[in-house]
Every structure is written in structure tokens, then in C-alpha cells.
């Protein structure tokens, strides 16, 4: 199995968060309906009867809930070692009880899948391969094991764009600044609460009182704990590659895939992220491109005969 420092360290971060989340039933439940036949353009019924993939499936295996629920026959899903003592044959029965028989969890690496060529009518890569080594290893790697008339469908960071930017800045700093990585270990909802509470109080204390006119209930969920594990998702874990559209079409293209198309969804977040949600579903917008450059670059492809 190939594996790489910076990989494990990846993981172990994902495996922190993968179980706060997962600890959460709004949470788990929202990341489970990312996955669906409307967002992939494909018949209600679709995944009937078809053998898929979860490459890089995560503590919770939210994906591969999805695909067991839309009537997969069966998943495979694998992921690296947490390197917390625990891993994904610890963590995901539990959460795919109800569909024992129908999957198959292993241990791997998605530069060196231990699967046969053409083996998965379905291949599922989400938010994975930017934290690898090789990107365009990990996608010949997916593309060998696609059958051929199978689907290929991954999702890799883009390029540009200030919030990216911001990120990048941020996730340097996470890695430089003591302070500043306790202050994001620490973060809590709560501590929005407190803050939303002392502006609010200062803003009366002068005079001001629109803080007062705003629902407290509203604030909260603003600010929830979906949230707080998006941002620590963001900072913390490091991303190594940035593609554009145009290149990742390109090796489609040039490795025998056929009916590439891009995708997007619009995110049902409870949070302020929700007045983000229509700049990830159009992601072409002048004010997406400006804030998140090429976006998330989200594909699906057919892999030709032969």
C-alpha cells in the first residue's frame, strides 16, 4: 500500500472531524444527500443492481450510505489507516447496519487500489485526491478499475479565487502561529453565542439598537456547530493540488472517457453558508468566480469500450 506522511496526516485530521460529524444527525443526514440521482442527472433508478466504489470513503462513509440507499447491490469502500488506533472496520458497520451483505470495507490507498481493472459499474472519489501525492496517479488508478461503459465521478479542488486564497493564507498560519492553532482546535458554537451576545450589548450600550430587532434563534443557527466543523475542516487540513476545469477535462478526454460533464448542487446548509449556496450551484457567476475561482471542479464521465 502506497502511503505518504503528509497523506496519513490528512487522514488522521478527517477522522477527527468525520466522527463530530457524524455525532450530529442533522449533520451525517445532510452530507448523505449530497449524493443523489437529481445531482448526477441520472434515473431515480439508476444505481439498481450496479457494483460501486467509495474511494477515500471517510469515518462515516457518507457516500456509501447514499449509494446502498438509492439500491446499489453492492459498495466497496476503503480508506487509509486514521492512525488513531481506530479505523473505518471500527467505525462504519454501525452506521451501515442496515444494510449488511451490501458492502465491503478495506483498508487501502487510492494510488494503489487492490481492485482488478474493470471492476465498478459506479467509481465514487469525493474531496480526496487534492490531499494525495499524485492526483493524476490516484485518477488513472480510478479509471483502471472503472468498467468499461462505467461511470467515473470525482471532485477536486479548483484554482483562484479570494476565499481560496484566504484559505491558503489561513492554513499556513494554522501551521506556523501556536496561538492561532489552539484558538482553531478550540473553536466551539458557544463561543459565537458569547460573541453574538457582547456585540449586541455593546451596540445597545451606544445607542444602537438593531442587534436587539434579531432573533437570538436566528444567530444560533447561523452560527451552529456545522459550521464550526467546516471551518476546522477548511483550516486544518492541509490541500496539496488545485486543478482547473480545462485540465481535468483534458485527461478525461486524452484516457479514454467520453460524455464529461460537470456538475453542481445547491448545498441545504442551515448556517450562514446558506447565502453561499447559490454561488456553489452556479458556479460560473461573476461574483463565484471572484470569491471561489474555478469552484469545485465535480465531474462525471463514461469510460469508452476497449
Known amino acids: 500500500m502506497v502511503s505518504d506522511s503528509f ?5 488522521t485530521i478527517f477522522d477527527e472531524l468525520h466522527r463530530a460529524q457524524g455525532d450530529d444527525p442533522y449533520i451525517f ?8 440521482t437529481e445531482y448526477l442527472k441520472v434515473e431515480d433508478d439508476w444505481f439498481i443492481g450496479k457494483t460501486c466504489l467509495d474511494a477515500g470513503c471517510g469515518s462515516n462513509a457518507n457516500a456509501t450510505y447514499s449509494m446502498l440507499s438509492m439500491g446499489a447491490e453492492k459498495v466497496y469502500s476503503f480508506d487509509l489507516d486514521s492512525g488513531t488506533g481506530t479505523t473505518i472496520l471500527d467505525t462504519v458497520p454501525a452506521r451501515l447496519q442496515e444494510f449488511e451483505g451490501r458492502y465491503e470495507l478495506s483498508l487501502g490507498n487510492v494510488l494503489d487500489l487492490h481492485y482488478p481493472d474493470n471492476s465498478f459499474d459506479f467509481v465514487h472519489c469525493s474531496g480526496v485526491l487534492h490531499h494525495s501525492k499524485d492526483v493524476y496517479r490516484g485518477l488513472g488508478e480510478l479509471a483502471r478499475v472503472t468498467k468499461s461503459g462505467g461511470t467515473l465521478y470525482f471532485m477536486l479542488n479548483g484554482k483562484g479565487g479570494l476565499v481560496r486564497e484566504f484559505l491558503n493564507f489561513l492554513r ?3 501551521d506556523d502561529d501556536p496561538e492561532f492553532r489552539s484558538l482553531i482546535d478550540g473553536l466551539h458554537e458557544d463561543q459565537f453565542a458569547e ?3 457582547w456585540i449586541i450589548s455593546e451596540m445597545a450600550d451606544h445607542g444602537d439598537d438593531f442587534g436587539q430587532q434579531i432573533p437570538v434563534g436566528l444567530l444560533e443557527q447561523l452560527f451552529d456547530r456545522d459550521l464550526v466543523l467546516s471551518i476546522q ?3 486544518k487540513s492541509p490541500v496539496y493540488h488545485e486543478h482547473t476545469e480545462e485540465e481535468l477535462v483534458d485527461w478525461l478526454n486524452n484516457n479514454g472517457f467520453t460524455d464529461i460533464e460537470r456538475l453542481s448542487r445547491y448545498p441545504r446548509y442551515k448556517n450562514v453558508r446558506r447565502f453561499l449556496s447559490p454561488l456553489y450551484f452556479q458556479y460560473s457567476h461573476p461574483l463565484a468566480r471572484l470569491l471561489y475561482g474555478s469552484g ?3 465531474l462525471k464521465a463514461i469510460k469508452l469500450s476497449g
Open 29 to 36: 443526514n445532510r452530507l448523505v444527500s449530497l449524493l443523489s
Open 233 to 235: 475542516d477548511r483550516i
Open 195 to 197: 460573541a453574538h451576545q
Open 296 to 298: 469545485a471542479v465535480q
Open 7 to 11: 497523506e496519513q496526516k490528512t487522514r
Open 172 to 174: 499556513q498560519k494554522y
